[in-house]
């Protein structure tokens, strides 16, 4: 049977990582921040496509540029359609875009992404 004694270290060790989870936690700051240049990135990549020389490199640049220029739109947007799930020592995220729901988790200060098509 484990004393007491014995059990004191994995519970200080346990308190010690939740605190840590509760401090890194990433705020709906955070999330925005990271999923706007996300989704900027997804859509300059989907929309803008690949160019090959010439008047189409100058327009794939200009698109890119045009969507960089948006993204505190997108932000803002982002924050309209998104929820967070608040576990002190994770959070989660949901956001409905398009024909898409983004999760994501949230812990260490990190974020992990995961979408499904509606």
């Known amino acids: 049977m484990a004393t007491l004694k014995s059990l004191k270290i994995p519970a200080i060790i ?65 924050n309209n359609f998104s929820r967070r799930q608040n576990f002190l020592l994770f959070s989660i995220y949901t956001t409905d875009v398009a024909q898409r729901t983004y999760t994501s988790i949230g812990a260490f200060g990190n974020l992990a992404t995961f979408y499904q098509n509606k």
């Not at 936690?25 to 929309?47: C, G, H, I, M």
């Not at 698109?63 to 947007?77: F, M, T």
């Open 14 to 78: 346990v308190g010690i990582v939740a605190i840590i989870m509760v401090i890194t936690n990433p705020d709906k700051e955070t999330y925005l921040d990271r999923t706007s240049l996300t989704l900027a990135s997804e859509v300059k990549e989907n929309l803008c496509g690949s160019s090959q020389g010439g008047l189409e490199t100058l327009l794939n640049n200009l698109c890119k540029s045009s969507i960089d220029q948006q993204r505190g739109a997108i932000r803002v947007y982002l």
